[in-house]
């Protein structure tokens, strides 16, 4: 690895909040626990029994430091992520446009340890990921509440490695599946299973119980909910699909889930809804 920064050299970082998604290889500010400002990249990251992310950190410079930390690093302890100014990264994008640097896709780099260790079990197996095979490329309409006019229509389109499970909507023939997908915490955009972990774990199902403390129940129980029950009566059309609402019971309470879903069946996202918002008739 060539020298990357220098001592007193200036380094740009974007400043994160604490729902951002990490990678292995991105370069971060942290603190440690003694105060002291790092800049490190992340080599690989773990989770504890309850679901929380830890990230391995190393250093950038071969002269001066390229061991691992000792210190695992949370969330909280990060900073901002070190990116290009936005300068340097209009003009790499010109001198990619002009020939005279080449970019290439990144083949045979490891996967990201967060997709196997969140595939459900029960739900990506061979056989359910064939149901989403056999309907690749499918155009989906969806109708207006009278059933005689195509609204919105999108094709079946998916990344395979990303599908974490797949289930078919109760009561119908709809394949519906669940990605990985992204968060941006910045921009508050996002789908699948990162923005529903990002945007809604801490503030709204880390209360529900050890049903919901880790990734992959939280999709089982979400691919579950959709397979199994009915949805309440009261429910949204949104521009490119729909939302449903389902009645829980957690911990002997009464809890609503709402649930959207793109047109073509890719589930957007999940997230509690307020009793104070079913509308009664």
Request: include cysteine; glycine fraction near 8%; proline fraction near 2%.
């Amino acid at each position: 690895m060539n020298q990357l920064f220098y001592d007193g050299e200036i380094v740009g970082a974007k400043k994160v909040r604490r729902f951002t998604r990490y990678n292995i290889g991105d370069i971060i500010v942290f603190k440690r626990s003694d105060g002291t400002i790092i800049i490190h990249m992340i080599e690989n990251h773990i989770f504890d029994a309850k679901g929380n992310e830890f990230f391995i950190t190393i250093g950038l410079n071969p002269d001066t430091n390229q061991k691992v930390d000792s210190e695992l690093v949370s969330k909280n302890d990060i900073i901002g992520k070190v990116c290009l100014s936005k300068k340097k990264t209009l003009r790499l994008m010109e001198l990619v446009k002009q020939g005279k640097i080449t970019a290439r896709e990144a083949f045979g780099m490891p996967n990201n340890p967060s997709i196997d260790k969140w595939k459900s079990d029960t739900y990506a197996t061979d056989e359910r990921l064939q149901m989403l095979k056999d309907i690749e490329g499918k155009i989906i309409q969806k109708m207006d509440d009278a059933g005689k006019n195509v609204i919105h229509e999108m094709p079946v389109k998916f990344n395979i490695d990303e599908v974490l499970g797949v289930i078919r909507k109760h009561g119908t023939k709809q394949v519906m599946w669940i990605e990985l997908g992204y968060y941006d915490s910045i921009e508050d955009k996002g789908v699948g299973m990162l923005k529903i972990d990002g945007k809604h774990y801490e503030n709204q199902f880390e209360d529900w119980g050890v049903d919901w403390n880790t990734p992959q129940k939280r999709i089982d129980n979400i691919l579950e909910i959709l397979e199994t029950q009915e949805e309440i009566d009261y429910k949204f059309t949104i521009e490119q699909g729909h939302t449903y609402l389902y009645e829980l019971r957690i911990k002997e309470e009464v809890q609503y889930l709402l649930i959207g879903i793109g047109t073509n069946g890719f589930i957007i996202t999940a997230h509690r809804f307020g009793q104070n918002k079913i509308k009664k008739e």
